[in-house]
Every structure is written in structure tokens, then in C-alpha cells.
């Protein structure tokens, strides 16, 4: 079935880097772009970016396009965010979504904890 | 930059009841680019409503959305104990590319 799986949790120090992938199953992954969407505790959903199965063309959240990297790797169908300069706000779940216009198909979540 | 504004923030009704969900732009959105989504605790968001209108695959015929440009509604028509959830509408287009509204706690008593 159409899927995306994720990578487990990280525990990291503030300033360091993380990178969370996001493996595409049971559809053509070159048809549709991959969306990243974190959730703070408690909170709302925050868009990060988004990048095209295809071509790799990516487009980021204004409040995050400094430290936000998004690649894909189309020989393995997998999806990749790595967010650098970590801070505690940066704690959050990170969903990575099969995404056109919208988001049709959502991994789980990774969770993400910023700590000292 | 376009704000996505939800309302109310928290819903609480009786099974059966309808339920009219808010969400209202600070610029105009083109419909196809409207959604709306579910989000249950310990859940990932689950699409509802795309394009304004169309209903998600499997998504049960008492949800519906309407609007355009500015002003956009989720209605339940008939509320059961499940549909207890967040509810997000996100667009997609304008600057920046993608962004949510806060969401709507919908409790049912």
C-alpha cells in the first residue's frame, strides 16, 4: 500500500544537526514532491518545506530556509531533512507527507529532542 | 505573507449536532488550494477535504467543505464521538508556498 515510513527518534544538543529520512512505498515516487511538517508539544502544525520527487526543486519556510536542507535520493524512493543549528524549540514531531497541493499520505513522525 | 485564521478555537457539541468549522484568509485562495485536515492526540494528521470541496478517499459523507476566496467552511453534519479531534485548513500558493491555520479543538460531550 502507499506509504511513507520514517526514520526514529534523535536526541540532540543544541547546535548540533539532524537529518530524518522519509522512505517512500507503493507509489511512483517521482509523481508527487514530499512535504515536511513539524509539531511542537502541545502545539499547531508548522510547515518546514517542500521538494519534488522529480526534479528536486525545493521551497522552505521563510522562518526556516537558513537551516532547513531537503534532498531526496530517487534510486531508494527516500526523502531526506536535515535542520542544522539545533535549539530547544526545534523539539518537536516531524511528519514527512506525499504532498502536491495537499498532503494525501503521512508518516507517523519522527520525534525530535533538543536538550543540553 | 497569507494568515490563515481558525474559529472558534475549541467546539464542544452533542453527538448529532452539526458542527461549522472557520477558516478565513488574509489573502484570497485559489480553491484547489484549500484543505483541511484531522488530526487526532497521538495521530498524524489525516486529510479530510481537498480542493476546497472534494472529500479524501474513505473520508465519511457527513464532512463536507464550501467557500472560496477568503472564507472557507468544514462542516460535520451529524457529529459522532470519533470526529473529537483538531481540525487544521492549510493553503498552498501563496507566500509562503504552504501554511496552516491554528486549528479548531472540536469536542464532543
Known amino acids: 500500500q502507499v506509504q511513507v515510513l520514517q526514520s526514529g527518534a534523535e536526541v540532540k544538543r543544541p547546535g548540533a544537526s539532524v537529518k530524518l529520512s522519509c522512505k517512500a512505498s507503493?507509489?511512483?515516487?517521482?509523481?508527487?514532491?514530499i512535504a515536511w511538517v513539524r509539531q511542537a508539544p502541545g502545539q499547531g502544525l508548522e510547515w518546514m518545506g517542500w521538494?519534488?520527487?522529480?526534479?528536486?526543486?525545493?521551497n522552505y519556510a521563510p522562518n526556516l530556509q537558513d537551516r532547513v536542507t531537503l534532498t531526496t535520493d530517487t534510486s531508494t524512493s527516500t526523502a531526506y531533512m536535515e535542520l542544522m543549528s539545533l535549539r530547544s524549540d526545534d523539539t518537536a514531531l516531524y511528519y514527512c507527507?506525499?504532498?502536491?497541493?495537499?498532503?494525501?499520505?503521512w508518516g507517523k513522525g519522527t520525534p525530535v529532542i533538543v536538550s543540553s | 505573507e497569507i494568515v490563515l485564521t481558525q474559529s472558534p478555537g475549541i467546539l464542544s457539541l452533542s453527538p448529532g449536532e452539526r458542527a461549522t468549522l472557520s477558516c478565513r484568509t488574509s489573502q484570497s485562495v485559489t480553491s484547489s488550494y484549500l484543505a483541511w485536515y484531522q488530526q487526532k492526540p497521538g495521530q498524524a494528521p489525516r486529510l479530510l477535504i481537498y480542493?476546497?470541496?472534494n472529500r479524501a478517499t474513505g473520508v465519511p459523507d457527513r464532512f463536507s467543505g464550501s467557500g472560496f476566496g477568503t472564507d472557507f467552511t468544514l462542516t460535520i453534519s451529524s457529529l459522532e464521538p470519533e470526529d473529537s479531534a483538531v481540525y487544521y485548513c492549510q493553503q498552498y500558493g501563496r507566500s509562503p508556498m504552504c501554511s496552516f491555520g491554528q486549528g479548531t479543538k472540536l469536542e464532543i460531550k
Open positions: 507527507a506525499r504532498s502536491l497541493h495537499y498532503m494525501d499520505v
Open positions: 521538494i519534488s520527487g522529480s526534479t528536486g526543486y525545493t
Open positions: 480542493g476546497a470541496s
Open positions: 507503493g507509489y511512483s515516487f517521482t509523481n508527487y514532491g
